[in-house]
Each structure stands twice: as structure tokens, then as C-alpha cells.
């Protein structure tokens, strides 16, 4: 039977691969600037960080979660987004105590047992950031501004920012009464889940997906009504903030997030150009997260975006052809003598940071001809071709013939890694 791989999970393949990383070096070097410290957490956690993290009565955690006993009959859960796993590390290694704002940066895969679909997998990936111990509206502003950035230096446009804010535990229950209010003569237009989330937690009808209940929800109040001084006049400056950095955003009044520990900011970068999956990136604040899980009392915000989705965008707009990764050289050999000489030029070339492959046989004594060899070369793309035969070796030489024009030289054996470097524009990575 041939095994393929689980729905919902994908391989990244040579040439795809190119394009990851460089959406992985924009995010480090963006990160970098804003001067966020990357932090890599365990890729499962005791099943109750996400149960008291993200929410019990979320969608992640009632239906979501890939949750296992492992071996000593602990409950585990791979992790299915970013935050809580961070700011368990945060209390565990009391990060406090380095001074705050604690901000950190992660890229990690995460798991979710979802519907897949275009842009919707159950292992993805994650850029994000967590601002740890600190109220500032900068800080909400940074959320926002680094997915921007990210893509902006990738080339992906055609996005904008949703922004809301939904209060703190002092003001929100008076808008929750507002929705249960409003929702009380609609209960029967909305979906089962949706009912049980009247008494529960009346929010999350805004973020339903469904269509009667998205029409039921038209009317509703918006949470910017019912926010204390404290929340308004935090929104106020966020906004002004926003504003100074020419950054455009619509306020969505309705716009609630699916995971339980968001108060006050919270937004989404969306775009129309991957069809329903159409949250790039998304986060908020979650100034009572930390507490809950045992900790110091820790205002924090974050935003976590989707890799796969920018991955799409960035195919999309064909902004980025697949990039080839050539090797700068690529050596061939002649005769087992030769073939030795021909392993140890391509290590020194390897180990002065030149990107250097060979030609490899199918089976140990199975020797190409040269001219199968050169065939190689050409295809591999390579700057530079190393020609090491018998008759080199005998002589001490070595054949160095450039792909690009055809001219070829010979040099000493022992000044060829020399050559190649001066030859390849000075040494070090010759990838293009
Ligand atoms: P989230 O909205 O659940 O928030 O996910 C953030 C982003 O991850 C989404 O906007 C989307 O781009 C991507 N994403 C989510 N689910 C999938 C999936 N199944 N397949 C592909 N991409 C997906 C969070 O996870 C929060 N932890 C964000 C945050 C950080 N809030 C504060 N700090």
C-alpha cells in the first residue's frame, strides 16, 4: 500500500522551499528591526494550558485540538497556536524578571484538526510576536506593524486592517447584556452553536461564520459603545498611533476573535484574494492571559500570521518565481585516484562557504563517462566546472572551466579553492 501523508498536511518541495525561506528571512530580519527576541517553545503542552489559555468554550479547544495520553497517562495537546505556549515560558522561566516589555518572536508549526481547504491546513505555520508587560499603545501598534512590514518588503499587497476593541473585564459585561439583548427575538436564526453561545458568551455569535447568523448579527450594538475611559481612551491612542504611521485600517465594530483571552485591541489583516481563508494575520490584546495561568499580572499583546497563507499571496501575484539555488561549482572526476582528489576539493570548497556539488554515481563502481558528467554540469547550473582526470592528477593540476562563456584554465591543485573563490567574486556564499 503506498502511504501518503496525513489530509491537511503538506510537504514543502524543492523550489517552494526557496520561497519559504525567504519569507522566513524577511520575518527575522523585520523582527530583528523591531527588536523582538526569537523564542522556540515545545511543539506539544499539558492539555489544560490551551483549556484555561485559549478558552474551553472556543472552537480550537471544543472541537480543534489534537489531544493524546501520552505514555505515562498524562493528557497532551499539540500545540494549536502560539501565545499560551509563550506565556507559560514567560511565568515558568520568569522572564519578568529581565525587565518588560518582554518581546519575543517565534515561526513555528501548529495543529489544528480543521476542515482543510486552500489556506486551511491541520499542521501550519506561524510567524508571530508577544509583547510580555506592558500597556502601551505602541505596542498594540507594532501587532500591526510588523505583519505589514513583512509583507511589504515580500511584495504582498492588496490587504487591510480590521480593528475593534472589545473592553476589559469592566466594561464588557454590559456589552454582553447589550447582545443578549439583542440577540434575545433572533435566537431562532441562529445555528445550534451559536444558541449555546448566547448564555455562554454572546461575542462569539459575531464571529460565526454561518450565514444566518452573520444576517441575524447585522444590527447588532458595537462593542466600542459600551468601553470604559480606561479602553476608550487606550483605543483613541492606538488609533492615533495608527494614524501616524500612515498605517489605513477600517474600525469593524463587530469584529470578535475566536480565542477567549482578548480584551481591548484586537485586529485582522485580511485580503480578497485567497477566497474564504481570508485572515493573513490576526491578534489582539490579552491583558489577563498571564494571570490566569498562575503568573504576575502581565498586560501583553500579540498577533500570530499564517505562513502558508502569505505563501499563497506570494504565488498569487507571481511576485516571486520560484527561485533556483544553483550550486557556484561542480566538480567532476575521472578515475578513482581522481575521484578521491575530486571529494577533498569539493570539503575545502564547501567548508570556505562556496556551494559546491559533484557528480554522483548510481552504484560504487559505476563511473560515468565525461561526457554524461559535463551534462550534469550544465544542467546543475553551476558558475564553475572542476575537471580533475588521471592526466591532472599526474600533473598536479586541475581544469577550472567557467559554464557562463565556455573559457577554461588550468591551476595547481592546491591554489584550485583560491582560484575558485577569486573567480566567484571574492568567496563566500556564491548562491545567486
Ligand atoms: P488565529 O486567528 O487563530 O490567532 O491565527 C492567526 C493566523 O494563523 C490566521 O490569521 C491565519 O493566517 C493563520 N491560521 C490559523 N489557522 C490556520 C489554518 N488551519 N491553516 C492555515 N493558517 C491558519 C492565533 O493563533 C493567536 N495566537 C494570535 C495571537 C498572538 N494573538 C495574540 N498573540
Redesign the pocket.
Known amino acids: 500500500m503506498e502511504v501518503k501523508s496525513p489530509r491537511?498536511t503538506s510537504d514543502i518541495l524543492p523550489g517552494a522551499s526557496n520561497v519559504w525561506r525567504r519569507i522566513e528571512q524577511s520575518v527575522a530580519e523585520v523582527m530583528d528591526a523591531f527588536d523582538y527576541q526569537e523564542i522556540r517553545t515545545p511543539i506539544f503542552e499539558h492539555t489544560e494550558l490551551f483549556q484555561r489559555g485559549?478558552g474551553e468554550t472556543t472552537d480550537?479547544v471544543e472541537k480543534?485540538m489534537y489531544t493524546f495520553e501520552d505514555r505515562g497517562g498524562r493528557s497532551v495537546t499539540l500545540r494549536?497556536?502560539?501565545?499560551?505556549g509563550?506565556v507559560r515560558s514567560y511565568i515558568q522561566h520568569k522572564l519578568y524578571g529581565q525587565g518588560v516589555p518582554q518581546k519575543l518572536w517565534y515561526l513555528q508549526p501548529?495543529f489544528?484538526y480543521?476542515r482543510?481547504q486552500a489556506?486551511?491546513?491541520?499542521q501550519?505555520?506561524?510567524f508571530?510576536?508577544?509583547a510580555l508587560g506592558s500597556l502601551d499603545p505602541a505596542c498594540d501598534v507594532e501587532?500591526i506593524a510588523i505583519p505589514l512590514e513583512v509583507y511589504r518588503r515580500l511584495g504582498i499587497t492588496s490587504h487591510r486592517v480590521l480593528l475593534n476593541s472589545i473592553g476589559c473585564p469592566e466594561c464588557r459585561p454590559a456589552y454582553r447584556d447589550a447582545l443578549r439583548l439583542y440577540f434575545k427575538d433572533k435566537l431562532d436564526q441562529l445555528c445550534p452553536a451559536c444558541q449555546g453561545r448566547y448564555d455562554r458568551n454572546p461575542l462569539r455569535i459575531l464571529d460565526c461564520k454561518i450565514e444566518g447568523c452573520r444576517s441575524a448579527a447585522a444590527g447588532a450594538p458595537a462593542g466600542a459603545e459600551f468601553l470604559c475611559d480606561e479602553c476608550q481612551e487606550h483605543f483613541a491612542e492606538v488609533r492615533s498611533l495608527l494614524d501616524a504611521l500612515d498605517i489605513s485600517y477600517t474600525v469593524d465594530g463587530r469584529l470578535v476573535?475566536?480565542?477567549d483571552?482578548?480584551t481591548k485591541t484586537v485586529f485582522?489583516?485580511v485580503t480578497d484574494a485567497l477566497g474564504a481563508?481570508d485572515?493573513?494575520?490576526?491578534?489582539?490584546?490579552?491583558d489577563g492571559l498571564a494571570e490566569s495561568l498562575g503568573g504576575p499580572k502581565t498586560p501583553?499583546?500579540?498577533?500570530?500570521?499564517?505562513?502558508?497563507?502569505?505563501f499563497l499571496m506570494l504565488q498569487a501575484a507571481s511576485v516571486e518565481p520560484i527561485q533556483e539555488r544553483p550550486p557556484g561549482v561542480f566538480v567532476v572526476s575521472l578515475g578513482t585516484a581522481a575521484r578521491e582528489k575530486a571529494v577533498q576539493l569539493a570539503w575545502q570548497l564547501r567548508r570556505a562557504g562556496v556551494a559546491t556539488t559533484m557528480d554522483y554515481r548510481a552504484g560504487v563502481n559505476e563511473e560515468r563517462s565525461m561526457r554524461a558528467q559535463m551534462k550534469s554540469a550544465g544542467k546543475s547550473k553551476a558558475q564553475l566546472t572542476l575537471i580533475l582526470g588521471d592526466d591532472e592528477l599526474a600533473r598536479g593540476v586541475v581544469t577550472v572551466r567557467s559554464m557562463t562563456d565556455g573559457s577554461q584554465r588550468e591551476v595547481i591543485l592546491g591554489d584550485a579553492a583560491v582560484t575558485v573563490l577569486q573567480q566567484l567574486g571574492g568567496g563566500g556564499e556564491s548562491r545567486s
Not at 494549536?80 to 499560551?84: I, M, Q, S, V, Y
Not at 485572515?279 to 490579552?286: D, H, S, T
Open positions: 491537511g485559549v480550537i480543534q494549536p497556536e502560539g501565545t499560551a509563550v501548529m489544528r480543521e482543510p489556506g486551511r491546513n491541520r501550519f505555520h506561524q508571530g510576536a508577544e501587532m476573535r475566536g480565542l483571552y482578548y485582522e489583516v481563508q485572515a493573513l494575520a490576526a491578534g489582539g490584546r490579552y501583553a499583546v500579540g498577533f500570530g500570521a499564517g505562513m502558508e497563507r502569505a
